[in-house]
């Protein structure tokens, strides 16, 4: 062990203005630098990189936290001695790195048991175990200092359309949710859930699939204000959705629990991509929202590094994604900061404000008949041009660098 954290860093955090610090509150999962590159055609293209390594790593990087699946940390079948031992080194690599875990979760995805699901499984006794799996993961994710609780359901979902009511299979996940929402209770837990949806992969179709379903679930949940959302990057874009457009909803309603940045070229099967390696100007307005309207969770990377990549381009990965959030986060300042892109917002969002009376504050009897009596000259407003060509552009120079 002493031999491995020993080797040298084969990148360099950088020392400019976007190198990567605590303070920026990155995290990445120990699945995702730990990613081995096996994919449904060719198997492991690197070998196993010890978490307690992976601390190291990132810390010298500049990250600020590690997040992992039950058994990312402890295997399937470890022993409550050998689960013992593994926790208390890591709680040392943590200590020793300046590391948190904000945020933990379980896998029930990986072990044949969940093929069929696990809280919306079919099967009683797939159902139970689930919970059992989830309440001991709970109690280690928070031994270890995580005050959020992810739930990615990788295999709710189904095949074979007939196999199972959708109907029963929404509310056997709240059933789920509740009890777990209890058990954190009872035992004094200071933990929140957010809940990540997906379209599809592994299942053919999953169930809460997009932000807007998972949102209008957790408005029927017993303790609502417990749960929120982890949106994904590539899980919006492979439902064809506007991932930034999500998260500000989501924002809107105080329910951005965790974020899991990545990226993602077109709506295909999940590609965890560098964050902000593909699309550009999309990953440059999520960085702004999530910078100027006040999220304070961790920014998570859920990404890993190509299949092509040895130990030192999983590290070139890592860096990548921390480095370019910095740089949106510097090209956001700049466009708050140009007196141009400045005054044209403030001219375009102006309008006309012959009627701003009437609009916003509560409906009342008299806007209502002073509304439907106003004399509007519809040829001038719709005559209007609105100047967003020469607003975008402006952005995409920003962007480019050259303002
Ligand atoms: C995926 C998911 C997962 C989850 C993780 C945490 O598509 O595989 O994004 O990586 O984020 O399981 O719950
Ligand atoms: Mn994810
Ligand atoms: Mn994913």
Redesign the pocket.
């Known amino acids: 062990m002493t031999d491995l954290l020993n080797k040298p860093l084969t990148s360099e955090a950088g020392s400019d203005q976007f190198a990567p610090t605590k303070a920026d509150k990155f995290t990445f999962?120990l699945?995702t630098v730990g990613n081995r590159g096996r994919d449904p055609f060719g198997d492991f293209v690197r070998p196993v990189l010890n978490p307690l390594v992976q601390v190291k790593k990132l810390s010298e990087l500049g990250a600020w936290g590690l997040?992992f699946?039950d058994n990312d940390l402890v295997p399937f079948n470890a022993t409550p001695f050998e689960r013992d031992r593994i926790v208390k080194d890591f709680k040392q690599a943590l200590n020793d790195y300046g590391m948190v875990v904000p945020m933990a979760?379980t896998?029930l995805?990986f072990h044949p048991v969940f093929k069929d699901g696990a809280f919306t499984a079919v099967d009683p006794g797939v159902r139970a175990y689930a919970l059992q799996k989830t309440m001991r993961a709970i109690d280690l994710g928070v031994e270890l200092g995580a005050e959020t609780y992810?739930?990615?359901g990788?295999r709710e979902g189904v095949d074979a359309e007939a196999s199972k009511d959708p109907m029963e299979a929404v509310k056997r996940m709240r059933e789920a949710i509740n009890f777990l929402c209890e058990y954190v209770k009872d035992q004094g837990y200071n933990l929140r859930f957010a809940l990540?949806p997906?379209p599809n992969?592994p299942r053919t179709d999953t169930y809460l699939p997009t932000v807007g379903h998972m949102l209008a679930f957790i408005s029927t949940l017993d303790n609502p204000d417990m749960v929120g959302v982890?949106p994904?990057v590539?899980?919006e874009s492979m439902a064809g959705l506007n991932f930034y457009q999500g998260v500000a909803q989501a924002l809107e309603v105080n329910k951005l629990f965790h974020i899991?940045l990545n990226d993602q070229k077109g709506p295909r099967y999940?590609q965890?991509l560098r964050f902000g390696s593909e699309s550009i100007k999309n990953s440059f307005f999520l960085v702004k929202l999530l910078e100027e309207k006040g999220y304070t969770g961790p920014r998570a990377f859920?990404a890993h590094a190509y299949r092509t990549e040895d130990e030192a381009g999983v590290w070139d990965f890592a860096l990548g994604c921390m480095r370019t959030y910095n740089m949106f986060k510097e090209k956001a300042k700049r466009f708050a900061a140009d007196a141009e892109i400045q005054a044209l917002l403030s001219e375009i969002n102006g309008g006309d404000q012959t009627y701003g009376g009437l609009l916003g504050g509560k409906y009342s009897p008299e806007k209502a008949s002073r509304l439907k009596g106003s004399d509007f000259d519809v040829d001038k407003l719709a005559s209007r041009g609105y100047k967003y060509e020469k607003l975008d552009q402006l952005t995409i120079e920003i962007i480019l660098g050259v303002r």
Request: net charge negative.
């Open positions: 999962g699945w997040n699946h979760t896998n995805f992810v739930f990615w990788g990540e997906k992969e982890n994904e590539a899980h899991d999940d965890d859920d």
